[in-house]
């Protein structure tokens, strides 16, 4: 993600919200499991950098975040290489380990949420 700019989280937050839409920060940090002050700071730089807008919720304590065209644009550039490391971990782990690896980081997001 580095050739693009991105860091890994970032990249994952444009993923979220291309699939998600406009949410509240809160909901994000939900989804993600991040907490809120990381979260936060990781926002102001990607909305710094134009890739994603956000606006006021219902009340002030509300943030809704959404992806600009510009992060549309910064996810299109980067998922092939997202896309060819996961396949190339995937091909190394091969297709059980793979698996049990989604199956603990599931279970870590659970127990952590909780």
């Given amino acids: ?3 693009y700019g991105l860091r890994a989280s970032q990249f994952t937050i444009l993923q ?9 920060q809160g909901t994000l940090g939900e989804v993600l499991a991040m907490d809120s002050t ?7 730089v990607m909305a710094r950098s134009g890739w994603i807008a956000q606006r ?8 809704l975040v959404r992806l600009s065209n510009g992060g549309r644009k ?3 550039q980067a998922l092939p290489a997202w896309n ?9 782990l091969g297709t059980n380990n793979w698996a049990q690896l989604e199956t603990l980081l599931n279970q870590i997001v ?3 949420t909780r």
Avoid at 16 to 24: K, Q, W
């Fill in 1 to 3: 993600m580095r050739n």
């Fill in 16 to 24: 979220v919200l291309s699939r998600a839409g406009e949410i509240t």
């Fill in 38 to 44: 990381t979260l936060t700071r990781t926002l102001k």
């Fill in 56 to 63: 006021a919720g219902k009340d002030r304590r509300e943030r």
């Fill in 74 to 76: 910064k996810m299109r």
């Fill in 84 to 92: 060819k490391s996961q396949q190339d971990l995937r091909n190394k």
């Fill in 110 to 112: 659970d127990i952590t």
